[in-house]
């Protein structure tokens, strides 16, 4: 099993930056996607960002260019770095591990089985 903790969620103006940090309890092994979903009050779950075990990533259309997705192999760490923010960012955000050697990686929350707990981040106009 594969325990993920993220933190790093804040109060922020909009046109400012925050880093949010998803601890991975375990080596994700050779094949795996982790992601970025945020989910706002009253909308469904959506997929920010992913990468996959080979480096490569893909954002959503609504962050490309804004936001940075990145894995440290080494502290087994997954990072987000969000530029600026706007107010509609605003939501939960939730870091997903799909470990069970995905064919590809996706934006679908029902392929990812762990998840953590999530942290808020909010945007003010």
């Known amino acids: 099993e594969v325990q993920l903790m993220e933190s790093g969620g804040d109060l922020v103006q909009a046109g400012g930056s925050l880093r949010l940090s998803c601890a991975v309890s375990k080596s994700s092994g050779d094949d795996y996607c982790l992601g970025w979903f945020r989910q706002a009050p009253g909308k469904e779950r959506e997929g920010v960002a992913h990468?996959?075990?080979?480096?490569?990533?893909k954002y959503a259309d609504s962050v490309k260019g804004r936001f940075t997705i990145s894995k440290d192999n080494v502290e087994n760490t997954l990072s987000l770095q969000m530029n600026s923010l706007k107010p509609e960012d605003t939501a939960m955000y939730y870091c997903?591990?799909?470990?069970?050697?995905?064919?590809?990686?996706?934006?679908?929350?029902?392929?990812?089985?762990?998840w953590g707990q999530g942290t808020q981040v909010t945007v003010s106009s």
């Open positions: 990468i996959d075990s080979n480096g490569l990533t």
């Open positions: 997903a591990a799909d470990s069970e050697k995905p064919i590809y990686c996706s934006f679908r929350p029902s392929q990812y089985h762990y």
